[in-house]
C-alpha cells in the first residue's frame, strides 16, 4: 500500500505537467482583421503567423462563420436589427506551452501588431495569470507530498525489514561466530528483500493500472493528459521504489545487528 501511495504520487505529478500543458496550448489568443484586409494580404499573414514558435495552431474565422456563431449563441441574428454585418474576421491562435504566460504573452502581441492591417490582438491576460498561478501552486504541493511520501515510505518498509531481521538476529550472530563475512551474511537477507520488494511493486502496479483503467472507463478524455510514457515511468518508479527501499533498508537492518555482541543481543 505504501509503494500504491507512492506510485499514485509519481503518476499525479507526471499527469499534472500534462494538464498543464494542456491548459496553457488551449488559451486562445484572437487576432482581429481589419476590414480592408485584402484576400491575398490576409492568407500572407496566416502563412507568416503559422511558422511563429509561439504558434500552436492557427484557426481562420471569417466574418459570416463569426455572425453565424454569434447568432447561435446569442438566439439572434444582429443584421436583424442592422444593415451590416459587425462582426470582423478573425485569426484564432493556441499558443504553445512556453509562450503561455504574461510576459510572453505582451511580446507576442507586439510581433502581431508588426503585421499589416491586423486591427486589435485580444487575450485573456487574468485567466493566463489565474492558470500559471495554480498550476504552479499544484506543482509544489505535489512535490512536497512526494518528498513526505517518500521519507513516510521508507520508514513504514524500514520498520517491517526490521522486525523481520530481529527474528533471526541469533542465526545471524551463529553465522559470525562460525567465521561467515558480512557479505555472506547480508546476501540472503538482500535477496529476499529484493524477492518481496519485487512482488510488492508488482501488486502496486496492478492495483494503480486497474484504478487508472477504471477512471479512463469513465471519463475517456483522459487520454489527453495520459499516455504510455507517463504510464511507464510511473511503472519503473514503484518497481525500482520497491526494490532500492527495501534492499537499503534490509542493509541497514543486518548491518545493525551484525556489529552487536551476544549481550547486546540479548538485551534488545
Same mark, same amino acid.
Given at each position: ?7 499514485l ?10 494538464? @498543464? ?10 487576432? !482581429?482583421?481589419?476590414d480592408?484586409m485584402?484576400q491575398?494580404?490576409?492568407? =500572407? ?13 492557427i ?11 454569434n447568432s447561435?449563441?446569442?438566439?439572434? +441574428?444582429p443584421?436583424?436589427f442592422?444593415d451590416f +454585418?459587425?462582426?470582423p ?6 499558443l504553445? !506551452?512556453?509562450?503561455a ?7 507576442v502581441k507586439?510581433?502581431?501588431l ?9 487575450? =485573456? ?10 498550476? @504552479?501552486?499544484i ?5 512536497v507530498l ?5 521519507f ?7 520498520? @517491517?525489514?526490521?522486525? @523481520?531481521?530481529y527474528?533471526?538476529?541469533f ?7 562460525v ?6 551474511i ?10 518481496v520488494g519485487?512482488?510488492?511493486a ?5 492495483i ?5 483503467? =477504471? ?18 515511468i510511473?511503472?519503473?518508479?514503484v518497481l525500482l521504489?520497491?526494490i532500492?527501499i527495501?534492499s537499503?533498508? =534490509?542493509?541497514l537492518?543486518? +548491518? ?13
Open positions: 500500500m505504501v509503494l500504491v501511495l507512492l506510485g504520487v509519481v503518476f499525479t505529478i507526471l499527469t499534472a505537467r500534462n494538464l @498543464s500543458a494542456y491548459v496553457k496550448e488551449n488559451l486562445t489568443v484572437t487576432v !482581429e482583421l481589419g480592408n485584402t491575398q494580404e490576409r492568407g =500572407a499573414a496566416y502563412n507568416r503567423l503559422k511558422v511563429r514558435p509561439y504558434v500552436r495552431q484557426t481562420y474565422i471569417s466574418k459570416e462563420r463569426a455572425l453565424k456563431e447561435e449563441e446569442m438566439g439572434s +441574428n443584421q436583424d442592422i +454585418n459587425p462582426f474576421a478573425i485569426f484564432e491562435i493556441q504553445t !506551452e512556453p509562450y504566460n504574461t510576459d510572453s504573452v505582451v511580446q507586439k510581433d502581431i508588426y503585421i499589416p492591417k491586423i486591427a486589435e490582438v485580444r487575450y =485573456a491576460e487574468d485567466l493566463i495569470d489565474m492558470v500559471n498561478s495554480n498550476l @504552479s501552486r506543482s509544489v504541493t505535489l512535490l512526494a518528498i513526505l511520501l517518500i513516510v515510505s521508507f520508514t513504514l518498509i524500514s520498520n @517491517s525489514v526490521r522486525l @523481520s531481521v527474528s533471526r538476529r542465526l545471524i550472530h551463529t553465522m559470525k561466530l567465521g561467515a563475512s558480512w557479505g555472506f547480508r546476501r540472503p537477507f538482500l535477496r529476499r528483500a529484493v524477492g519485487i512482488v510488492a508488482l501488486l502496486a502496479i496492478l494503480l493500472g486497474g484504478g487508472i483503467y =477504471a477512471l479512463y472507463t469513465q471519463e475517456p478524455d483522459l487520454l489527453t493528459i495520459i499516455g504510455w510514457q507517463e504510464l511507464t510511473t511503472g519503473v518508479a521504489s520497491g532500492v527495501t537499503i533498508c =534490509a542493509y537492518a543486518v +548491518n545493525r545487528f551484525l556489529r552487536m555482541t551476544a549481550g547486546e543481543l540479548y538485551k534488545i
